[in-house]
């Protein structure tokens, strides 16, 4: 609803728009993400991802990253909003993944987004401590996002849905997968052969046995899954369209505002 107030939005990489009324005029500006160029540099000097760190012994298996529960629609804000009325079916779905984690022998780590959310799912959250027994474990200190020392306990990421941290990953050499079942919002139609050329590579999964089944070719070989040459060549060419990073991506900054400035 806002695009048509602008003439030029700043991208991460892509170019389409949704098509409709007053939206003729909107071009799209692409530049690095200087947030997600940032964060690399931060995992490489923190973790310094690659064949030892992905080889490692952990705790636990899989690192579950669930969204945001609002208990009140928001005020329009974007698509990726998992309401109150989302509530059943996506505790629903948090439930059938530890139980069948569970019975593939698979441990997970489990983050909810933040402290409301925890309490709106705090029903949800104590089934899960006794569906997936020793197999499944909460963290009770919440802080926004990943840490080196949180990812240090799991082999892989997972999220539930493509979000700004499942991005984080991706450009970061990160092992991390989604299993997206389009609950409460979905790609756009530009960007559906996107997305399915990460499902066809084991990266973005619509159930949560195919997630677990590559989990398992992950966990069998990590190095070679992290460089198998179709999978990376997917990943670079979506982040190419959808998370853009440069190591100097002030330069790229400095000269669309010195550009900018000139016009006015």
């Not at 030029?8 to 997600?36: C, D, I, Q």
């Amino acid at each position: 609803m806002e695009y048509p107030q602008f003439d030029r939005y700043l991208t991460w990489g892509w170019t389409k728009f949704p098509e409709g009324r007053g939206m003729g005029h909107v071009k799209a500006v692409v530049l690095p993400s200087p947030w997600l160029s940032r964060r690399r540099e931060q995992w490489r000097r923190d973790v310094d991802p690659g064949p030892g760190w992905w080889e490692r012994e952990c705790a636990h298996d899989v690192l579950l990253m669930s969204n945001k529960v609002y208990a009140y629609p928001p005020a329009p804000s974007g698509g990726a909003v998992s309401r109150g009325d989302h509530a059943a079916a996506f505790a629903a779905e948090l439930k059938d993944f530890v139980v069948r984690s569970r019975s593939a022998g698979v441990s997970i780590l489990h983050k909810s987004f933040n402290a409301p959310t925890m309490k709106l799912l705090a029903g949800t959250l104590s089934e899960l401590r006794v569906l997936g027994g020793d197999r499944y474990a909460h963290v009770e200190q919440l802080n926004k996002g990943l840490s080196p020392g949180l990812i240090s306990r799991a082999r892989l990421v997972l999220w539930d849905q493509p979000g700004t941290g499942f991005l984080e990953c991706l450009t970061s050499g990160l092992p991390t997968m989604v299993l997206w079942s389009r609950l409460y919002n979905r790609e756009a139609p530009w960007s559906r052969e996107a997305f399915a050329a990460l499902e066809r590579v084991g990266i973005v999964h619509r159930d949560a046995d195919a997630a677990l089944a590559e989990f398992a070719r992950f966990k069998a070989g990590p190095t070679a899954w992290m460089r198998d040459e179709v999978r990376a060549k997917a990943i670079e060419a979506f982040c190419l369209e959808y998370a853009l990073i440069d190591d100097d991506w002030r330069k790229s900054w400095k000269r669309f505002v010195r550009e900018a400035c000139s016009r006015r």
